[in-house]
Antibody
Framework: QVQLVESGGGVVQPGRSLSLSCAAS????????IHWVRQAPGKGLEWVAV????????YYADSVNGRFTISRDNAKNTVYLQMNSLSAEDTAMYYC???????????????WGPGTLVTVS | DIQVTQSPSSLSASVGDRVIITCRAS??????LNWYQQKPGKAPNLLIY???TLHFGVPSRFSGSGSGTDYTLTISSLQPEDFATYYC????????FGQGTRLEIK
């Protein structure tokens, strides 16, 4: 079955860096884009970044552009999120999710990991 | 950038009630709209994609409709396990989520 498992969260001081990982299994990893979505405590969902299936394209939310870098290793079925210059506003649960395209250009995030908590303090 | 706005932000209902949640976009989404359910302490789960197609395994009491700028998620007869927070998400370009609708037990 499809599984996504995030790791690497923890407590980090403002201005420091942290790297998250998302390990995937149960599907053809190299055929799907992978997204990071975060959720601050008690708040809604905020999309963070996406990397295309072959890793050639990355897109970021304005709030993290220039500070976060998404990458992937298709040989290891893993996506990474390097987070630099962290601030309290980055405190959140970070989820990775795979995308699925249904044709006609529409897609959805059809499977999500359980999340990893990042606390900047 | 096309924004999506959900309403209401919270809703109280009873088991067996019919519930409608609305998502309105600042411009036409052309049907590119998904719905997710999130329970406390859990990751979101996809319910509906392309405005009206149920994701695999989602009960038929959930339905989606809409076009252009206005979309709805309907739960025909609320079950105890349906009390959760629901999010809409535009599904073209990069994702953008609505603010969420918290569905509580009356």
């Amino acid at each position: 079955q499809v599984q996504l498992v995030e790791s690497g969260g923890g407590v980090v001081q403002p201005g420091r860096s942290l790297s998250l990982s998302c390990a995937a299994s149960g599907f053809t990893f190299r055929s799907h884009g992978i997204h990071w979505v975060r959720q601050a405590p008690g708040k809604g969902l905020e999309w963070v970044a996406v990397i295309s299936d072959d890793g050639s394209n990355q897109y970021y939310a304005d709030s993290v552009n220039g500070r976060f870098t998404i990458s992937r290793d298709n040989a290891k079925n893993t996506v990474y999120l390097q987070m630099n210059s962290l601030s309290a506003e980055d405190t959140a649960m970070y989820y990775c999710a795979k995308d699925r395209y249904y044709g006609s250009g529409t897609y959805a995030l059809d499977y999500w990991g359980p999340g990893t908590l990042v606390t900047v303090s | 950038d096309i924004q999506v706005t959900q309403s209401p932000s919270s809703l109280s209902a009873s088991v067996g009630d019919r519930v409608i949640i609305t998502c309105r976009a600042s411009q036409s989404l052309s049907g590119y709209l998904n719905w997710y359910q999130q329970k406390p302490g859990k990751a979101p789960n996809l319910l509906i994609y392309a405005a009206s197609t149920l994701h695999f395994g989602v009960p038929s009491r959930f339905s989606g409709s809409g076009s252009g700028t206005d979309y709805t998620l309907t739960i025909s007869s609320l079950q105890p396990e349906d009390f959760a927070t629901y999010y809409c998400q535009r599904s073209f370009a990069t994702p953008r989520f609505g603010q969420g609708t918290r569905l509580e037990i009356k």
